[in-house]
């Protein structure tokens, strides 16, 4: 049974540039979380989509936007990227259902330059 | 307030003790309170949880005590090995539909061999 995946591993973008990163949730979930880790810091909710739709936005800028397709997998699209979007990013996912709580995948490490 | 806050920001222990990990929140909607370990590179793991209704719960050499009245709780974890050496993160779920997870600001703990 895999688990959370994520791609790419790692990605270096200059200031201005835009990235889009890509998340596969665990077999049999439908639900799935984003959240930005910076060094040293635990990890903060940016937003989660569920059928299809963003049902949560934690408190980051329009920068940051999502989608979510028919087979539940899910991109972070960041634009005008700034030096302080170096982090790593997280994908969770879970099951709307049984309300668990989130499995996460092994995260992109996203450096600004 | 949706904070977390954690302590301590470091721990040592020598190989064989008792780690302490502590938690304290403000918010009363949360209603799940999961603990995960990250090593370096990878995404946290999910370790063990508990919801308010439980004072303790145990997992093999981990124990999750939670004070509801305090809004405190704790990781304990024994006979502590030096593979435990990683980041422990304690997490409060929000009951809202997204169910999103507030992070504290991490624990690094190193056991000594």
């Known amino acids: 049974d895999a688990g959370v995946t994520q791609s790419p591993t790692h990605l270096i973008k200059t200031r201005g540039q835009q990235v889009t990163l890509r998340c596969s949730p665990k077999?049999?979930?439908?639900?799935v979380s984003w959240y930005q880790q910076a060094l040293g810091q635990g990890p903060q909710f940016i937003f989660q989509?569920?059928?299809?739709?963003?049902?949560q936005r934690g408190n980051f800028p329009d920068r940051f936007s999502g989608h979510q397709f028919p087979n539940y997998s899910s991109e972070l699209n960041v634009n005008a990227l700034l030096l302080g979007d170096s982090a790593l990013y997280l994908c969770?996912?879970?099951?709307?259902?049984?309300?668990?709580?989130?499995?996460f995948g092994p995260g992109t490490r996203l450096t600004v330059l | 307030q949706q904070q977390v806050k954690q302590s301590p920001q470091s721990l040592i222990v020598q190989k064989g003790g008792i780690s302490i990990i502590n938690c304290a929140y403000e918010?009363?909607?949360?209603?799940?309170f999961p603990w995960y370990q990250q090593f370096p590179g990878k995404g946290p793991a999910l370790l063990i949880a508990?919801?308010?209704?439980?004072s303790e719960k145990k997992e093999g050499r981990f124990t999750i005590s939670f004070n509801k009245s305090a809004k405190q709780f704790s990781l304990h974890i024994m006979d502590s090995q030096p593979g435990d050496s990683a980041t422990y993160f304690c997490?409060?779920?929000?009951?809202?539909?997204?169910?999103?997870?507030?992070f504290g600001s991490g624990t690094q703990l190193t056991v000594l061999p």
């Open positions: 969770a996912s879970s099951r709307e259902k049984r309300a668990d709580t989130q499995y």
């Open positions: 077999s049999g979930h439908d639900t």
């Open positions: 989509y569920y059928e299809e739709e963003e049902r």
């Open positions: 918010n009363t909607a949360f209603d799940y």
């Open positions: 508990i919801r308010p209704d439980v």
């Open positions: 997490a409060a779920r929000n009951s809202g539909s997204a169910r999103q997870l507030t």
